[in-house]
């Protein structure tokens, strides 16, 4: 069975930082492309994030500069350090592992930031 559990996240003030966790289990995780996505209310789902198997990382325009993908592949996990942070940031982040047609998610996490 796939599973990706989600951690972190939470209330922070703009200009804090914060890092998600996303530990894998039952996929052979370095072969899997992994990616953070989000969706703020009433928005649609957007990619934030990637990191691919070569550990080629790739970002958003809007995040660009501020946050960070990174990979543990022995405890299969990935992260996503998130700086700097801004209010358009708020939203409920989701990771993904992708390889092929497959295609497996996180139950998503709440980033709040606000005064």
């Known amino acids: 069975q796939v599973r990706l559990v989600q951690s972190g996240g939470g209330l922070v003030q703009p200009g804090q930082s914060l890092t998600l966790s996303c530990a894998a289990s039952g996929i052979f995780f370095s072969a899997y492309g992994m990616a953070w996505y989000r969706q703020a209310p009433g928005k649609a789902r957007e990619w934030v994030a990637g990191?691919?198997?070569?550990?080629?990382?790739y970002y958003a325009d809007a995040v660009e500069g501020r946050f960070t993908i990174t990979t543990d592949n022995t405890k299969n996990i990935v992260y996503l350090q998130m700086n700097s942070l801004r209010p358009e940031d708020t939203a409920v982040y989701f990771c993904?592992?992708?390889?092929?047609?497959?295609?497996?998610w996180g139950q998503g996490t709440q980033v709040t930031v606000s005064t």
């Open positions: 993904c592992a992708r390889r092929d047609y497959n295609e497996y």
């Open positions: 990191i691919i198997d070569s550990g080629d990382d």
